[in-house]
């Protein structure tokens, strides 16, 4: 994500995000989230989501300045030829906090462990779990109040998957689907706040998030990762380090 690379202190988000709107446009895409309603919310204003430190998605690009030790959570959603694209990534900008550090790649795995269980058969509850078990035994919280999705024609479609659950619960997974799992994983409880903005939800207890996400179809064998970055074909095609 060519955006990534320009988080470093000093840059404002909202100039984060007009380089994302450049980069989209130049590929002859369009912003999926900006003017994008939800309920109780106006339009959002941004083509991409800023969320800083203890915000665990959803953050409005603004005038505010990243500082070096900043956790940051990019979510951006692009549409092109009648289709929708999502992914998200976790940023440490300048020098990273350890603890931020550990609950990034605890993220960052239960996001690779919920991919290697999805097949045609397998159920979203299975997804759900697998997210759960790894990152409380981390000693971390999975939110509760977002959740995965469908992606096609439309930014968020059935099923809903949470990332959270029992095995053999929910909707079965069929060959051709593609969804996105977005594991949003809290360093203390899964419970958040809704900011005044009526966009930005934080964590209750102020402390910090991390978040990953990758659009993926469903295959007769198993996965494919259809947003995956060429640096991390090795993480995430590679075995499991846990």
């Known amino acids: 994500m060519d955006v990534a690379g320009h988080a470093e202190p000093g840059i404002t988000t909202k100039e984060l995000d007009e380089v994302a709107e450049t980069q989209i446009l130049a590929h002859g895409a369009t912003p999926s989230f900006k003017g994008y309603s939800m309920a109780g919310a106006p339009p959002f204003p941004g083509c991409i989501t800023t969320s800083i430190n203890e915000e665990i998605v959803h953050g409005i690009p603004s005038a505010r300045r990243l500082k070096s030790g900043d956790l940051l959570k990019l979510d951006i959603g692009v549409l092109k030829n009648g289709y929708h694209g999502d992914t998200a990534i976790t940023v440490y900008v300048g020098k990273p906090k350890p603890a931020a550090v550990r609950l990034a790649n605890a993220t960052k795995m239960s996001l690779k462990l919920a991919i290697e269980a999805i097949k045609p058969g397998a159920r979203t509850g299975d997804l759900g779990f697998v997210i759960q078990r790894y990152v409380e035994s981390q000693g971390y919280s999975s939110v509760r109040d977002f959740v995965g999705h469908g992606l096609g024609r439309s930014l968020h479609e059935d099923p809903q998957i949470p990332h959270y659950g029992r ?9 051709g689907m ?3 799992l977005e594991p949003m994983i809290n360093e203390g409880t899964f419970r958040l706040k809704i900011k005044a903005d009526k966009w930005t939800a934080v964590t209750a207890d102020g402390k910090l998030s991390a978040q990953f996400e990758h659009a993926i179809a469903v295959t007769s064998t198993g996965a494919e990762i259809l947003s995956i970055h060429e640096s991390e074909r090795d993480f995430y095609l590679g075995p499991a380090q846990v």
């Not at 095995?167 to 060959?175: A, D, N, R, Y």
């Open 167 to 175: 095995k053999g619960h929910g909707i079965m997974l069929q060959e």
């Open 178 to 180: 593609v969804i996105c």
